[in-house]
């Protein structure tokens, strides 16, 4: 089993961070993303909105990886849970993949909350463990699915400019 963390400071407000994460697939900064499905959503009694969300990706897998896994599939699922407090001003995002799972599992948890000290900008700690089964050199695959999370988050950090865009872009595809 290997965890991996880090934190990141975006120079946006919550809410603005808040709705590019919810818009922030299809991303050309993460093509492995190639469809999302929105499973359900709604609001409870504390204004909380929940949403259930079907991640597909196709990760290429390289060749190597694939022969110790034993599958020619790269097409995989991750279930993805969020939950926005627009009161509290906390989002948290858990995700955990649902194919390969003899294999493999990845649990990922976000959380989104303003900067302690400046309002105008957004704290996100994410944390994944993965876990590989039954298969040889299974902290190697570990340690390569830790550096892909932690390139995928080093990406984001470098992103931040495209927050506004994100949002921007969105809101386009609804104007008359």
Request: aromatic residues 6%; hydrophobic residues 35%.
């Amino acid at each position: 089993m290997r965890v991996w963390s880090s934190e990141h400071v975006f120079g946006h407000p919550w809410d603005t961070v808040i709705k590019a994460a919810m818009r922030k697939y299809p991303n050309p900064m993460n093509p492995s993303v190639v469809g999302v499905d929105v499973l359900e959503r709604s609001v409870d009694s504390r204004g909380r909105l929940h949403s259930h969300r079907l991640l597909s990706t196709e990760w290429g897998l390289p060749g190597l990886v694939r022969a110790i896994l034993g599958t020619s599939r790269t097409l995989t699922y991750i279930r993805e849970h969020s939950i926005v407090d627009p009161v509290g001003k906390k989002m948290e995002l858990c995700s955990t993949n649902i194919t390969l799972t003899n294999w493999v599992s990845v649990s990922e948890r976000l959380v989104y909350t303003p900067h302690p000290e400046d309002p105008g900008r957004t704290v996100l700690t994410q944390e994944a463990v993965i876990t590989v089964k039954g298969i040889s050199l299974g902290s190697y695959l570990e340690s390569l699915m830790a550096n892909t999370i932690s390139s995928n988050a080093k990406k984001l950090s470098e992103s931040s400019l495209q927050v506004n865009t994100i949002v921007e872009q969105s809101q386009l595809q609804f104007l008359p």
